[in-house]
């Protein structure tokens, strides 16, 4: 089993740079598929970026594409999201999670990490 935890969030103004991290305990962290998530005050959870099991491959939501990248290092256990140009509208709370091959973000064996909050003051 797999567990996640989350880090880099913090208070930016408009325009500057985070870096989101999220380590994974277990051995089995290159067997999953792993994405980042953001729920802002009010709104649904929306998936921002995701990657596979190679990192080979990934996929990023319209509104974050040229501003944020998604990468991960197998060998640290670690998935991270780099978040250039913020908006105020990028504020949120970030999650990172990991799911098996053929399963879906909603599956319960869906594993999330705590959280961690990004504020961007205009």
């Known amino acids: 089993q797999v567990q996640l935890v989350a880090s880099g969030g913090g208070l930016v103004q408009a325009g500057d740079s985070l870096r989101l991290s999220c380590v994974a305990s277990g051995r089995t962290f290159s067997n999953y598929i792993l994405g980042w998530f953001r729920q802002a005050p009010g709104k649904e959870r929306e998936s921002v970026a995701t990657?596979?099991?190679?990192?080979?491959?990934?996929y990023s939501i319209d509104s974050v594409k040229g501003r944020f990248t998604i990468s991960r290092d197998n060998a640290k256990s670690t998935v991270y999201l780099q978040m250039n140009s913020l908006e105020p509208g990028d504020t949120a709370v970030y999650y990172c999670a990991a799911r098996s091959f053929g399963t879906s973000w909603s599956a319960t064996g869906t594993l999330w990490g705590q959280g961690t909050q990004v504020t961007v003051s205009s």
């Open positions: 990657i596979n099991r190679s990192g080979g491959s990934t």
